[in-house]
């Protein structure tokens, strides 16, 4: 596979900035690293934040991000939507591989689900970025409500039982014996007394 093939399988990075920067020299320099990774064809758009403010507020993750911890939290870059670096420039490196690895499909999976079991359920990707959205992009399907798909594996805080398991009678049936036994045990021993 030749590097125009390379280059045409990456993913797109949306990058905000700060504006005005709070180091000029910085932010200037980065632009101008991000600037020749566009001319080798890394999908890379750059919102500032005066000149684009419509992007602040339409991307929803950067708002909610800035809402939440403020402006300190810029320059922020998402790969899709998700946040990959805040409070920080991504360096040259970090752009190439955030392109490179935005590209694989890699199997998610919630932290509850993979406690159930090995591998766990895989989560719902979201579809397309930022951009991808201002073009016009269907938006994802909702979330599962009710927590993971467990599959076969029974839910025992739910109430489930089932072959092997303990049944809702078993535990008064014992109760039942053990105080019978007791109570012939008491007629037995007052009858040679009288």
Same mark, same amino acid.
């Given at each position: 596979?030749?590097?125009?093939?390379?280059?045409?399988?990456?993913?797109?990075?949306?990058? $905000?900035?700060?504006?005005?920067?709070?180091?000029?020299?910085?932010?200037?320099? $980065?632009?101008?690293?991000?600037?020749?990774?566009?001319?080798?064809?890394?999908?890379? +758009?750059? &919102?500032?934040?005066?000149?684009?403010?419509?992007?602040?507020?339409?991307?929803?993750?950067? !708002?909610?991000?800035?809402?939440?911890?403020?402006?300190?939290?810029?320059?922020?870059?998402?790969?899709?939507?998700?946040?990959?670096?805040?409070? /920080? &420039?991504?360096?040259?490196?970090?752009? *190439?591989? $955030?392109?490179?690895?935005? +590209?694989?499909?890699?199997?998610?999976?919630?932290?509850?689900?993979?406690?159930? =079991?090995?591998?766990?359920?895989? /989560?719902?990707?979201?579809? =397309?970025? $930022?951009?991808?959205?201002?073009?016009?992009?269907?938006?994802?399907?909702? !979330?599962?409500?009710?927590?993971?798909?467990?599959?076969? *594996?029974?839910?025992?805080?739910? =109430?489930?039982?089932?072959?092997?398991?303990?049944?809702?009678?078993?535990?008064?049936?014992?109760?039942?014996?053990?105080?019978?036994?007791?109570?012939?045990?008491?007629?037995?021993?007052?009858?040679?007394? =009288?």
């Amino acid at each position: 596979m030749s590097d125009a093939d390379d280059l045409g399988q990456l993913a797109a990075l949306d990058i $905000f900035l700060p504006s005005p920067p709070p180091d000029a020299d910085i932010q200037e320099a $980065f632009l101008d690293e991000a600037a020749a990774l566009a001319l080798e064809g890394h999908p890379i +758009t750059v &919102y500032l934040q005066d000149e684009d403010a419509w992007a602040f507020e339409e991307c929803e993750p950067v !708002r909610a991000l800035l809402d939440s911890a403020g402006e300190s939290a810029l320059p922020v870059t998402l790969l899709g939507l998700d946040i990959v670096v805040s409070a /920080m &420039y991504p360096t040259t490196e970090q752009m *190439r591989r $955030f392109a490179r690895a935005g +590209t694989e499909a890699p199997e998610r999976s919630s932290a509850a689900a993979s406690a159930c =079991g090995p591998g766990g359920a895989p /989560m719902p990707r979201e579809a =397309g970025g $930022f951009a991808a959205q201002l073009m016009g992009a269907a938006p994802a399907p909702a !979330r599962p409500a009710g927590g993971p798909d467990i599959g076969a *594996r029974r839910n025992l805080m739910g =109430g489930d039982i089932g072959d092997g398991l303990p049944s809702t009678g078993t535990g008064t049936s014992g109760a039942g014996a053990g105080a019978g036994t007791a109570a012939s045990g008491a007629g037995v021993a007052s009858t040679p007394a =009288g």
